[in-house]
Nanobody
Framework: EVQLVESGGGLVQAGGSLRLSCAASGFTFDDYAIGWFRQAPGQEREGVSCISEADDSATYYADSVRGRFTISTDYVKNTVYLQMNSLKPEDTASYYC????????????????????WGRGTLVTVSS
């Protein structure tokens, strides 16, 4: 059974850092790409970043986080991380990881789908 569990959220001041973890089980990172998404109250879900180990470890970022966030994979721990630096109040949201097709356009364009496997999310709050 495919399972994803996010952790690492919390309250941080603007300019601070957090590292989110997405612990995966039931599959390998050669089977799926892993995407990070976020959703703030009253807003639509937004793609944040994606990594596809099968596609030569390609990484993709939303314009809003490029240069501040870094996605990475730890094969030993079967975990994908999202290192978030220089956090802004507008980064406040619930963050979710999901499996995406390892090839194709959805990882590069950060497009999630209800048919993907999703974690339950972790809340990030950035105070000004």
């Amino acid at each position: 059974e495919v399972q994803l569990v996010e952790s690492g959220g919390g309250l941080v001041q603007a300019g601070g850092s957090l590292r989110l973890s997405c612990a995966a089980s039931g599959f390998t990172f050669d089977d799926y790409a892993i995407g990070w998404f976020r959703q703030a109250p009253g807003q639509e879900r937004e793609g944040v970043s994606c990594i596809s180990e099968a596609d030569d470890s390609a990484t993709y970022y939303a314009d809003s986080v490029r240069g501040r966030f870094t996605i990475s994979t730890d094969y030993v721990k079967n975990t994908v991380y999202l290192q978030m630096n220089s956090l802004k109040p507008e980064d406040t949201a619930s963050y979710y990881c999901a499996t995406l097709p390892r090839f194709g356009s959805r990882c590069p364009t950060l497009q999630g789908d209800v048919t993907d496997h999703w974690g339950r999310g972790t809340l990030v709050t950035v105070s000004s």
